[in-house]
């Protein structure tokens, strides 16, 4: 039988900040246990709470990045529930009034093409603490350092169509949050987190089906396999003529299966309420202008202003600009001079490979820049550059010239040198000399890669030639 | 409008508070006598009722920097918890949080 | 005087205070403490050697924080409260930690988990609440000047009872930074004093926006009173909803001497009505338990405070046992209308429909004040302080004793409650209310009507 599946994704990013949510507390990772705490964030009696300004510019900035309104007024709301990673026994988020609604964002769906998704409404909110079940037999401990860190929550409309194009979505939204300065979206750090609703439906019906709640998806991979998971469930009960039940649900990395939650989820009554403490976050027109002004080239733009003022291919451009330190790597070099589609064989390829290994840039692009003159003006083969790149990723210090001679890599284009490696390959050769002679002058190619192997590289080939055909004439 | 036992035994779950035996029936009807007493306010006409609610003090928050400052704590967690080791409070291993 | 001696007189008179039961903490050493550091400041503040009592739901490092509560019992906060850093600074004594209503639920201090605070000028009577203990404290002459907090009227009704100066503040005016929460949009810390200088200087001091504290207005301290108010060309309304026609005998006449009092000191008296303050009570029993239900989820067993050992040993039945326990009858019954009114399909039918009340109370006195009247006149309670054991068993009958007080709550106004004559001995109330952040005005008022008015004379 035929099903539609549709998914609609709750994402929570961390708002890149020094200070948590309510309180001037560090937001820093990894710290001991309890270190970064005060009496906002601990939930101690007499404690109140004061928004941090930053936040709120960075979710304006989100917001406005993602295409929504950023509503003037917004308010802070209550919700209600006990669990111990939550100090105050509620939760500062916002309800009927978040702080900007009414975006959307464009991919590129793995099964659709380009298509668009409905962010529902963007809201700011406070993180819970961690709980640590595996260190003290029959006890669950509780860390507050991460309680009141900045959230954004990002609410999608149900658009989505298949478990794959959740996530192409994520990583464009990645992408966007991460260029306008918002997050850091980081997984492994927990500055990303994602909720999926999924349901199935018949195509062409309107009304969405049943829907369940995936929660604890720890990477973009396993929201697709855990959507897939859900999914072939959902369709498996309704083929059987079963019902689909509301149920909240937990994603085991380890066994691939998604398992029911009880718990806090089981009275959905969070008794949101306006929060007393915090009047209303009041936020003119000329604030919200400022912030769109102040908002960096988001991907897409870039990706099109790289491909129409710099005429590299569409493909090149995505690649670049997936990541905004590689595109902005890119743009230092082509903007020393060097051919667009050059820099970006370069940028995509051993330049790539080292930010994948290192996360950084060792050779700087002034020295990217100078390496390709190097072999523009024929001083270095492309093999030898090569050479000289993984020598100054090794030990940046040094000019690529300098390297290049002190690798012996310079390429020789004296008539002298280049006649005395021919002579030496000519006489290691008479068969294939005496073969050529005889018509078979495929067998050039050879000649050539003798000579650069006798030279160790070092001859320049576009002079080897001219040599080689004269003394086999 | 009346609450029965089961109601208030929900929103005491709700509010995590044990409700002590023999304490059931008087809490209900204490709490219906004051629900009662509140629901006076259905005598105000709809129509007069203000859209806005009203909040005293300051009309917009006003915002603090993203400035490292806590107000500092004379004393530790350590010192105001009931359980806690090795920097972490402690509670009761809780089944359905584990694979959280 | 040094404050030194004045510490230990105020430790004498605390220790002989003892019967009636209106200090949960103090001890001599830290009184000398707090005078040792008072006699080492450089200057002098303006409120040096005055001491202070503190109701217990304002936080100190020195002193344990218990909201009369079994749930908070022991609790030492690791921080101080703005209000009393801010008193400090101007030369305060905090002398001891009053009692209360558990978590400043209860209109007559007998809901305290160590016990009630007896009337000072009849043990058998309530001195009124919920910050019982500090209008106890000031009544009797322990320390002249003492701190409660207000959510719907507790610290005027107590001062009505009490035959004391009790003064609320607009919300916004001064702090709530550590002021353990009840009804955060209601909750103002208040002040108790024998005559309205002195609450009209700590109020100063204590006043003023509070980075800490986001419902704060940001406004510089009110300044020093002058002390010299002046009635000539002030008009003052008289409510008529304040004034029914069962109102006890005793206040009525008080309030009626009040009005002759200030006619003869040059003010205009007019009849204004306030339509909706008949249902600031039911309302305010909606919106404060809905607060409270919230600001009191953090009492769990899990960071701080008495944890109780559940049956079943897992979490849950280790936040039933430890809530179940330690909060009193009065506070979980506020916890449970709260929870209730916020739940699912009763949000509208209560919560929403008090805010929209609420509204509606506050836009009558901006209506009133708007038509040229500058205070407004009434009694602060409906009777004199009423007998211990009378109003407990009938919850709703406890609340009606807050029935002129709550409207000013929910409207944020300030308002005072002044010592207006006696009735059978017990003190009577009048309490004059003032324009948001009008607080100037109406202690320039009150100082002027309290010269006047004969406080201590029987008035029928």
Redesign the interface.
Known sequence: MEWETVIGLEVHVQLR???KMF????TSFGD?????????C?G?PG?LP???????RLGAAAALALGCTVRHTSV?ARK?Y?Y?DLPKGYQISQFDQPLATGGRVAFESPERGRVQVGITRLHLEEDAGK???D??P???????NRAGVPLAEIVSEPDLRSPAEARAYLTTLRQILIYAGASECSMEQGSLRVDANISIRRPGESRLGTKAEV??LNSFANVERALEAERDRQMGLLDRGERVAQVTL?F?AASGQV?Q???KEE?H?Y?YF?D?D?????LDEAWIAERREALPELPEARRSRLELALGIPAYDARVITSEVPLADYFESVVAQGVDPKAAANWVMGDVLATFNETGGFPVSADRLAGLVSLVRAGTLSHQAAKRVYAEMAHSPDGEPAAVAERLGLVQVSDQGALTGWVDEVLAANPAEVARYRAGETKLMGFFVGQVMKRSQGKADPKGVQPVLAEKLK | ?S?GRD??LH??????????DGELDR?VE??N???D????????PAA??????????????????????????????A?????F???????????????? | MSASAVARETGARLAAAQPLNAVLHWSQDLLDAEAARVDAMRTRGPLAAVPLALKDNIVT?EQPTTCASRILEG??????ATVVNRLRAAGVLIAAKTNMDEFAMGSSTEHSAYGRVNHPADPARVPGGSSGGSAALVAAGVVPVALGSETGGSVRQPASFCGVVGMKP???RVSRYGLVAFGS?LDCISIFSRNVMDAGRVLSVMSGHD??D?????QAPMPMPSGLGDLRGLRIGLPREYYPEDLDPGVAAALQSTREVIRDLGAEIVDVSLP?SP?AV??Y??VAPAEA?ANL?RY?????????A?PD?????????T???G?GAEV??R???G???L?AGYYD??YR???????????DFQRVFASGVDLLLTPTTPTPAFRAGEKTA???SM?LADIFVCAIS???LPAVSLPAGRSEGLPVGAQLIAP?FQEERLLAAAAAIERALPAEAEVR
Do not use: W
């Not at chain 2, 929103?11 to 002590?20: P, Q, T």
């Not at chain 2, 080791?85 to 959280?100: I, T, Y």
């Not at chain 3, 986001?214 to 940001?218: L, R």
């Open positions: 900040t020094r200070t309180c001037a507390c560090r001991p246990p309890n270190t970064n705490v005060c009496p906002v601990l101690l404690a004061v928004p941090n300004a930053e936040a709120v802070f209600n006990f111990p709980l640590v079940h260190r003290f029959g006890k669950t401990a509780v860390d507050l929660k604890n937990l085991n398992k939650l009880r718990s009275s009554d008794r306006p007393p915090l009047p209303s976050l009041v | 409008m609450i109601e208030v929103v005491a779950r709700l509010a995590e508070l044990a409700v002590r809490l204490q709490l006598r004051i629900v007493y509140v629901a006076q306010l259905d005598r105000v007069a009722r203000m859209a806005e609610p009203f909040v005293p003090g300051p009309r917009s928050v006003a915002l603090r920097e993203d400035v490292v400052d806590p107000v500092p704590l004379a004393r530790p967690p010192a105001l918890a009931p359980e080791a090795d920097g972490f409070f402690l509670v009761p291993r809780h089944g359905a949080m584990e694979d959280s | 490092v609790y030492l906060s690791p921080f101080t607009s919300y916004g949009s980075p800490l986001a419902t704060t207005v940001d909706h249902f039911p309302t029993y909606i239900a989820a769990d067993g899990v960071r701080y405070g008495p944890r109780g559940g040993g897992d979490i849950r039945s280790l936040y039933q046992a809530r179940g326990e909060f979980r019954r916890i449970l209308v929870t209730y009114v739940s039918a209560y429909k008090a805010q929209q009340v609420r509204a509606l109370i506050a836009e009938d919850p709703v609340y929910l409207a944020g948001y």
